[in-house]
């Protein structure tokens, strides 16, 4: 593979950012391999600056639902950049675009637009603190909400009580206000609620797990743990960024029929495009500013070609039927990959939903953060060494889904499958 540009276009990005890169896991440091430089994607494809196609499974970490470079989403934003790329006042399509987001989540019966998933959630925090004027905050170990202080918190070794910074550059004093739980264990969310009583504002969760590789709730899990909410009188957030308009139209809450006090979203509602929305129960978000005592703002908030591109991405998932269409393709490869993995039962776990998948180096269940850290790390080094080489970009990481689009035709799977077909034999026997 040809990779002279790509490497210079990395030495002069190493000297001007920090790990080469704007957000970590692009820099490959997991997996031990030079980052992709990429050029240019269209549908299932990537390209490099090199000229190189793959097969990609990053969907831009989600966004693209409907593969890259879909025409009526094009349209959308070269139509819309022609009148203006921001004004700072309201416009008609943002209240379209909450509109169409309170159509497929009722629970988000106002909404406010923000410019990413980590503000969506930074903010639905604030907010649940203000309402019910309590402070504490109770997360799921492995479960990402964005990079705001107050959630980036692992537990602390020992007492399950205390939590610790899982960064630099956070004060200790903001993580203790975020409690950390086991996911899929509902005593470990008990415990914090009786030695925290009516101190927690709120429980904060990725309703299917999709930041520390796929991780699907167990029956009952999420019902109990709104359940515990209501007792508790706190409220129950869902970080839909991934799994909103993804995992069904109406994401997980949808899916699974449940209805939360406040849900974030982000990713796919933008296209591609920077955005973030939270939205809840009325009597909630009546406590955001300027109506009520939460302070929020954003001066690109709302950004009208953002906003296009979310409105004809909505539009373009109804009109394809996208969410069954990349669901499919997501059951083929699942189908023809499960006779090839059957004999690795104690190697390796599958876990996918809808068309979020993720392969673990680890035998049988993965429910939780402790699982997925016994994957072996450098089997999957490898795996991901031999797939790209073989044309199919994955995320560079065990922790991450694999993405798949409506754009995902049987022949790139049936690619796919050969290629991790390979890559398995050649990691494990
Ligand atoms: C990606 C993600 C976020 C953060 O969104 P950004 O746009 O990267 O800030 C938050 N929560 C979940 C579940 C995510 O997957």
Do not use: W
């Not at 001007?16 to 994607?41: E, T």
């Not at 086991?182 to 904060?204: G, M, P, S």
């Amino acid at each position: 593979m040809k990779n002279t540009r790509s490497l210079n276009i990395l030495r002069q990005a190493e000297i001007l950012m920090p790990g080469g890169v704007n957000s970590p896991v692009r820099a490959f440091k997991s997996v031990g391999l030079s980052p992709l430089i990429i050029k240019k994607a269209h549908e299932s494809k990537i390209y490099d600056v090199d000229e190189n196609e793959y097969i990609d499974y990053v969907m831009s970490y989600g966004p693209m639902l409907l593969g890259h470079g879909d025409a009526r989403v094009i349209k959308a934003i070269s139509d819309t950049a022609k009148n203006g790329f921001g004004f700072g006042a309201t416009t008609e399509t943002e209240v379209e675009l909450a509109g169409l987001v309170n159509k497929y989540f009722p629970s988000m019966e106002m909404i406010r637009l923000v410019n990413s998933g980590t503000e969506a959630v930074m903010s639905a925090i604030r907010l649940a603190r203000g309402f019910t004027k309590r402070d504490k905050i109770i997360k799921f170990e492995g479960c990402y909400h964005g990079h705001s202080d107050s959630m980036l918190v692992k537990a602390g070794s020992g007492a399950l009580t205390t939590s610790i910074p899982s960064s630099a550059g956070i004060p200790v004093n903001s993580s203790l206000d975020t409690l950390v739980a086991v996911y899929n264990d509902l005593e470990t969310v008990k415990d914090l609620f009786l030695n925290h009583k009516r101190e927690v504002a709120a429980v904060i969760i990725e309703p299917v797990a999709a930041n520390m590789g796929v991780v699907l709730p167990k029956d009952g899990f999420l019902e109990g743990l709104m359940d515990l909410c209501h007792e508790n009188d706190s409220l129950i957030i869902f970080d839909e960024v991934i799994t909103g308009f993804r995992v069904s139209h109406s994401g997980a809450q949808g899916l699974f029929g449940l209805k939360p006090d406040i849900t974030c979203l982000g990713k796919i509602i933008g296209g591609g495009l920077p955005i973030g929305a939270f939205g809840g129960r009325r009597d909630i978000m009546e406590y955001l500013s300027p109506i009520g005592p939460v302070y929020q703002a954003g001066t690109l908030s709302g950004n009208p070609i953002c906003v296009a591109a979310g409105i004809a991405t909505i539009k373009a998932i109804e009109e394809d039927d996208a969410v069954s269409k990349a669901n499919e393709a997501s059951q083929y490869l699942i189908k023809n990959l499960k006779d090839e993995i059957k004999g690795f039962d104690d190697k390796i776990t599958m876990n996918g939903i809808a068309s979020l998948l993720t392969i673990f180096f680890k035998g049988r269940d993965v429910n939780n953060f402790r699982d997925v850290m016994k994957s072996d790390a450098i089997l999957f080094k490898k795996f991901f060494g031999i797939m790209l080489n073989e044309g199919i970009f994955i995320a560079p990481s065990q922790y991450e889904a694999m993405f798949l689009s409506s754009k995902h035709s049987k022949h790139d799977i049936d690619k796919t499958v050969l290629a991790i077909k390979k890559a398995i034999k050649e990691v494990l026997c």
